[in-house]
T-cell receptor, first 117, second 113 residues
Framework: DAGVIQSPRHEVTEMGQEVTLRCKPISGHNSLFWYRQTMMRGLELLIYFNNNVPIDDSGMPEDRFSAKMPNASFSTLKIQPSEPRDSAVYFC???????????????FGDGTRLSIL | GDSVTQMEGPVTLSEEAFLTINCTYTATGYPSLFWYVQYPGEGLQLLLKATKADDKGSNKGFEATYRKETTSFHLEKGSVQVSDSAVYFCALTPSSNTGKLIFGQGTTLQVKP
């Protein structure tokens, strides 16, 4: 089975530019999570969706960040305008939210390493 | 609020040594507990899980037991290998049924030949 697929794997861009990160969750999973990982702050949950609906976006750092999930097989995380402090590894994860939602593990993609110059 | 605390790293061991990484949690009710592992340049992978008190999760020689009385979920392995070098994250899903994961800060393990 294909796992969670993220693209691009690496992104280098100049500050002020718009950045779009993409995620394809595992088929049949109906919860999707976006995380950011840095040395200083560790793993931070940015936002998560259930059945394509944003449930909790309290981790989104500021209005420059936005996330969408137009359908069950695709999500984007957008940063506009980007700043050097946004440099991090961004992970997408998905899970099944059926019976026993708390037992089901999240499955992570390999991440997008973002560098803002 | 709910939280997870792991022992600070890095942990450096010689091959075939015994490993313990401590993890304690604060949560109401009965959370589910997980250990994830992150190899360099990769995403997190589920290593093992336990969903109720006294459950033991195990995988690839790693074990952890859900101890409600001490609110702990310590990770152990009897004989580590160089290939076990990675970052290990303890995590919980609250019993409030949100599906969210709350992670510890991660513990880096380095195994030397």
């Amino acid at each position: 089975d294909a796992g969670v697929i993220q693209s691009p794997r690496h992104e280098v861009t100049e500050m002020g530019q718009e950045v779009t990160l993409r995620c394809k969750p595992i088929s049949g999973h109906n919860s999707l999570f976006w995380y950011r990982q840095t040395m200083m702050r560790g793993l931070e949950l940015l936002i998560y969706f259930n059945n394509n609906v944003p449930i909790d976006d309290s981790g989104m750092p500021e209005d420059r960040f936005s996330a969408k999930m137009p359908n069950a097989s695709f999500s984007t995380l957008k940063i506009q305008p980007s700043e050097p402090r946004d440099s991090a590894v961004y992970f997408c994860a998905s899970k099944s939210s059926g019976t026993g939602v708390n037992y089901q593990p999240q499955h992570f993609g390999d991440g997008t390493r973002l560098s803002i110059l | 609020g709910d939280s997870v605390t792991q022992m600070e790293g890095p942990v450096t061991l010689s091959e075939e040594a015994f490993l313990t990484i401590n993890c304690t949690y604060t949560a109401t009710g009965y959370p589910s507990l997980f250990w994830y592992v992150q190899y360099p340049g990769e995403g997190l992978q589920l290593l093992l899980k336990a969903t109720k008190a006294d459950d033991k999760g195990s995988n690839k020689g790693f074990e952890a037991t859900y101890r409600k009385e001490t609110t702990s979920f310590h990770l152990e392995k009897g004989s580590v290998q160089v290939s076990d070098s990675a970052v290990y994250f303890c995590a919980l899903t609250p019993s409030s049924n949100t599906g969210k994961l709350i992670f510890g800060q991660g513990t880096t393990l380095q195994v030397k030949p």
